[in-house]
């Protein structure tokens, strides 16, 4: 067969369903296992308490009241606040949700394709995971700082109307646990789909710059969100239950790859 030959749309198409038949045969038609929950609604992690990035050892103490730090928080924060209301601010509310299905609607438009528990479910199980990681792995310097949110300092209000504010009040702003999740997110999902890496993790910050729009979290809070959802990735990678997910997720795109250029014959 010449290599002319293998550009063919039609011969790409028979080559990736066949690589992905011996793949289904081989066992990626299993299904996740039931892991069990760390609380309601939200799966069990990879991590064990002590395999977790401890954030406290890994982070800089947040900005002090009245350092140049604290004013380029107290900056960022008035220029986001006005995109309240608007398309931006419609994304941050809907950023905000973590449970699932509907978190695993954020990233739908830069991979290219729908993430969902039938038509994915190894996708769908590691993002469930993972966001329970990166959650965790935020708790310790939120607990020994205990840094006051914006909405508690600048007097505007916060951007969740139907939040429970007193929660809020009582979780420390630093680091964002909401960020550390949807970087690690950004970081699964562009091993998975590398062709479309740039829109990835370019989503993965916009969903950390959520965060500011609806005056929940300091740009320090968010940026030090960013690092410890790296740092749980970093830490995934040697885990040997992901290591095979990933593995199971990657047919999956497989998958995906062969039925859309299936669909180009």
Not at 24 to 36: E, F, I, Q
Not at 38 to 47: D, E, F, K, R, S
Not at 147 to 173: C, H, L, Q, W
Not at 211 to 232: C, F, K, P
């Amino acid at each position: 067969m010449s290599t002319r030959n293998l550009k063919s749309p039609t011969i790409l198409a028979i080559l990736l369903a066949l690589a992905f038949s011996a793949c289904a045969n081989t066992g990626t038609a299993s299904l996740p296992p039931d892991v069990g929950e760390v609380m309601h609604g939200y799966l069990n992690g990879y991590l064990a308490a002590d395999d977790r990035p401890d954030s406290l050892a890994i982070l800089p103490t947040p900005p002090r009241a009245g350092s140049a730090a604290q004013a380029r928080d107290d900056e960022t924060a008035r220029a986001t606040f006005t995109l309240s209301g608007g398309e931006r601010y419609d994304r941050a509310m809907q950023d905000a949700v973590l449970q699932f299905p509907a978190a695993a609607e954020r990233f739908e438009q830069a991979i290219g394709f729908a993430v969902t528990e039938e038509t994915t479910p190894w996708i769908y199980h590691i993002l469930q995971r993972t966001l329970t990681d990166a959650g965790f792995s935020a708790e310790k310097a939120k607990k020994h700082y205990q840094r006051p949110r914006p909405f508690m300092v600048n007097g505007r209000p916060m951007g969740i109307p139907d939040a429970d504010e007193e929660t809020y009040r009582k979780d420390g702003s630093y680091p964002s646990g909401h960020t550390a999740a949807g970087f690690v997110w950004a970081l699964v999902l562009a091993e998975l789909v590398p062709e479309r890496a740039d829109e990835i993790i370019r989503r993965g910050l916009e969903f950390g710059r959520s965060r500011t729009v609806l005056n929940v979290h300091w740009q320090s809070d968010v940026e030090a969100g960013y690092i410890m959802g790296a740092a749980t990735f970093a830490r995934l990678a040697s885990n040997e239950q992901f290591g095979h997910d990933m593995e199971m997720a990657k047919r999956e795109v497989l998958s995906i790859r062969a039925s859309n250029a299936a669909a180009l014959r």
